[in-house]
């Protein structure tokens, strides 16, 4: 959900009657957040899961400059066992920090889509991703 969008309260009301799949397991929602206060409402809300960013300089918002790793460490902090997936700028050279900055997880765009290859691309996100902890995921 983003921030302008429907309440992650609503949200989930909303989604209590869209079960999917086999087990009929219940809809995930996730709320896109800016900042600390957005964080603490949305995880306060009962979002399952966070979209936090822009971490970094991205093509795809021009001109929006990164939040940094510092913001994002204060955002997974704020967001107490909601887990925070980060977005924003993120390629290979730094998928490791945003793990280490706390990160559940990580959203690229430009980093696989505008690759020449895609599938190395996202294996050396993952290989990144692995490297901050050792490999052990």
Not at 9 to 15: C, D, F, T
Not at 17 to 41: M, Q
Not at 69 to 88: F, K, M, R
Request: charged share 15%; proline share 4%; net charge positive.
């Amino acid at each position: 959900m983003g921030e302008r969008s429907l309440p992650v309260a609503i949200a989930r009301q909303v989604a209590a009657s869209c079960r999917v799949g086999p087990a009929k397991a219940p809809l995930l929602i996730g709320a896109s957040v800016h900042d600390t206060a957005g964080v603490r409402a949305a995880a306060r809300d009962g979002a399952d899961y966070l979209i936090y960013g822009n971490v970094f300089s991205s093509a795809s918002k021009p001109g929006l400059e990164g939040k940094g790793l510092d913001a994002l460490s204060t955002a997974v902090a704020a967001a107490g066992d909601c887990p925070v997936v980060a977005i924003g700028g993120i390629d290979a050279t730094n998928a490791a920090s945003v793990r280490r900055a706390g990160a559940g997880g990580m959203a690229v765009i430009g980093a696989i889509a505008g690759a020449t290859d895609p599938v190395a691309a996202a294996a050396g996100l993952v290989a990144a991703w692995r490297h901050a902890d050792g490999g052990r995921r």
